[in-house]
């Protein structure tokens, strides 16, 4: 195998090895969530083109989409796609925020893996069958911009930005991944399960939340190459948004230890009504 498309086990850092390239056992199930927020003209294509590449990998596969209060005709287009019985639809009536919509996802999801996936596809999925592979060495796979096998594409600002949040974030948290914001992460279900009970960011921090926990649980996390173009720039008030949300992980994990206080009492709590807000249309 290609050294540049390996993906590096980054584990609770005392396990470095190669991921296993074979195909025998790869029988996994997999929910794939997909979040979508005002993407009406992209929306049915996108669900058609993950379709395709998770067919191939399983027949034990769900898609959820789930439109985060669009303005648009987002949900019209998507629930277009869902009279596959593989595909679901879910709708926030209010915008909420993308980790608020994976997390609608994540509470609706039945596989054995669950995978996150952007709708907008700036993230190509035809790596799907490498990060699902990728899971078998560990809990978590992380798709990252800065794997020596990635293709990264973006205006030169938002590089910049995202090379200095990700030193922020190792600073802060700890957390050693070259990249914790790729739309594309893939988990075991039962671990993610675990994640969620404690996790409080609604919107693009969570993924960092996400990353937070699970490296303070001390699991297993795969960092994978992506192929990823970005062609727009986030907001001044997103990125402050991003900032806040960021100061308010680092004192949850470090100062109040609130996180290690206050798994254990979620992990116990059924998936349920009480921390399920989407709502379903199909
Ligand atoms: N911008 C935005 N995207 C959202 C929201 N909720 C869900 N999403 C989806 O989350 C994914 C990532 O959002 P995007 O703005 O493209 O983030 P970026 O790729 O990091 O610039 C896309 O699939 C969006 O459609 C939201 O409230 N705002
Ligand atoms: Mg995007």
Redesign the pocket.
């Known amino acids: 195998m290609d050294a540049r498309n390996r993906c590096a086990v980054i584990p609770h850092y005392h396990d470095l090895r190669t991921v296993d390239s074979s195909d025998e056992d790869l029988t996994p199930s997999i929910s794939l969530i997909?979040?979508?927020?005002?993407?009406e003209d992209r929306i049915a294509e996108a669900i058609e083109k993950v379709e395709k590449t998770v067919s191939t990998i399983t027949d034990e596969y769900e898609i959820i989409v789930?439109d985060?209060?669009s303005k648009d005709k987002t949900y019209r287009r998507a629930l277009t796609r869902a009279e596959n019985p593989h595909i679901r639809v879910y709708r926030h009536p209010v915008?909420?925020?993308?980790g608020?919509?994976i997390r609608t996802g994540v509470m609706n999801a039945t596989m054995e893996y669950t995978v996150f996936l952007?709708?907008?596809m700036?993230v190509d999925p035809g790596g799907l069958r490498k990060i699902v592979k990728a899971l078998r060495s560990g809990d978590i796979v992380v798709c990252s911009k800065r794997h020596p096998g990635s293709v990264y594409r973006a205006p030169f600002v938002r590089k910049l930005l995202s090379v200095s949040f990700n030193t922020l974030v190792k600073l802060l948290m700890g957390i050693r991944l070259g990249d914790t914001?790729t739309?594309f992460k893939a988990f075991r279900t039962e671990a993610l399960r675990r994640i969620m009970g404690a996790i409080v960011v609604k919107?693009?921090a969570f993924d960092v939340e996400v990353l937070a926990i699970a490296n303070m649980l001390k699991m297993r996390i795969v960092e994978a190459p992506v192929r990823i173009e970005?062609k727009?720039m986030?907001s001044f008030k997103?990125a402050m948004q991003m900032l806040i949300d960021i100061m308010g992980i680092f004192y949850r994990l470090r100062v109040l230890r609130w996180y290690q206080k206050n798994l254990n009492a979620y992990v116990n709590t059924p998936i349920g009504e009480d921390i399920y807000y989407g709502t379903r249309h199909s």
């Open positions: 997909m979040p979508a927020y005002e993407l789930v985060d209060g915008n909420l925020g993308k608020a919509a952007d709708a907008d700036d914001q739309g919107r693009y970005q727009s986030f997103a």
